[in-house]
């Protein structure tokens, strides 16, 4: 992809603007007047690689030394902070990615889209930090996963609002990678829920670790090289 990204002109060169809104005073008019101003172009592909990249860096990393040690500790305790660090940041880039694709191009909003979704996947680790000790379904504390569906619900009600805004509208593939994501993002707290349910086989919890494996791995990798494959779409650009 990174190869790609260089050698390809389309991949190359497919970028976004980038705005921020502001007061203004234009000279002869009293009074203010609210103005978007563009900050500048960046390049989507380079993003798409990064995604990729921080998963590979943190999932890699618990299989080697003290990092190895960590993370079969934390297996013993019922967590792995890795994954969630890694997901506070990973799905984070890709959700302002779709934001992008879908027309919301302000800095603040894009910052903001950014962290409360980083916040989402901190609260899972909160859940599996607060259930470290708990013994069955019953017991466990759920305060932690709810708070973290509140916290994910604020970038998704922007995407819809730009999705469903009027106007021309994003190209079709931009849907498609839209409903793509909405149904690999829900099996991600499914499998919480099957963990701390202790349902069928998610009673040990590193069976729930082993599914999240897959779901990073295959989850991860359609939707990285879906969201690639449209930047081959023309902008004004290209």
């Known amino acids: 992809m990174l190869i790609a990204t260089e050698a390809v002109t389309k991949y190359r060169d497919f970028k976004i603007m980038l705005t921020y809104a502001h007061w203004t005073k234009p000279d002869g008019f009293d009074g203010l007047v609210h103005t978007v101003s563009d900050i500048g172009k960046i390049r989507i592909a380079p993003l798409v690689a990064l995604f990729f990249l921080l998963s590979a860096l943190f999932q890699g990393c618990t299989t080697v030394g003290k990092f190895n040690e960590v993370y079969n500790a934390d297996l013993a305790r019922r967590t792995n902070r890795f994954r969630w660090y890694e997901y506070a940041i990973s799905s984070s880039v890709m959700i302002i990615i779709i934001a992008m694709f879908t027309g919301i191009s302000d800095l603040c909003a894009l910052i903001n889209m950014f962290w409360i979704n ?7 680790l ?42 021309t509208g994003p190209p079709d593939f931009v849907y ?18 099957l963990q701390y349910k202790r349902i069928s086989y998610w009673k040990d919890y590193r069976f729930g670790e082993y599914c999240y494996i897959v779901l990073s791995l295959v989850a991860k990798t359609l939707l990285g090289w879906l969201v690639f494959g449209g930047l081959n779409q023309p902008n004004s650009y290209t």
């Open 126 to 167: 909160l859940m599996e930090h607060e259930n470290s000790n708990s013994t069955d379904a019953v017991t466990a504390t759920w305060r932690p996963f709810y708070f973290g569906v509140l916290a994910g619900l604020p970038p998704w009600i922007s995407i819809v609002t730009s999705l469903t805004a009027g106007g």
């Open 118 to 124: 980083a916040c989402m996947n901190l609260f899972g």
């Open 176 to 193: 498609g990678i839209f409903f793509s994501y909405a149904v690999m993002f829900v099996t991600f707290p499914a499998n919480m829920v």
